[in-house]
């Protein structure tokens, strides 16, 4: 899943602007712009993964609780 997401921003940021390829200094200043959107993305996932583990793990222990419980 990583690859596909990173494969698609490179898409992304290249089919915007093709020239990039041969325009380093560019490139890095384009980059730079979109990443901060991209990372934005990857912390807002990263807290989304930690909310359902987290929950995930107190429904267990709450059903096992409960399963204990004659």
Known sequence: MWSTVLAWFG??????EPRLLQDPEALTRVLRDKLL?????VVVMLVLY???D????RLKREAAGE????
Request: hydrophobic share 70%; no cysteine; net charge neutral.
């Open 54 to 57: 987290v929950i995930g793990r």
């Open 67 to 70: 399963a204990e419980i004659p």
């Open 37 to 41: 959107w991209f990372v934005a993305a």
């Open 50 to 52: 930690l909310a359902v």
């Open 11 to 16: 898409a992304r940021v290249l089919s915007d």
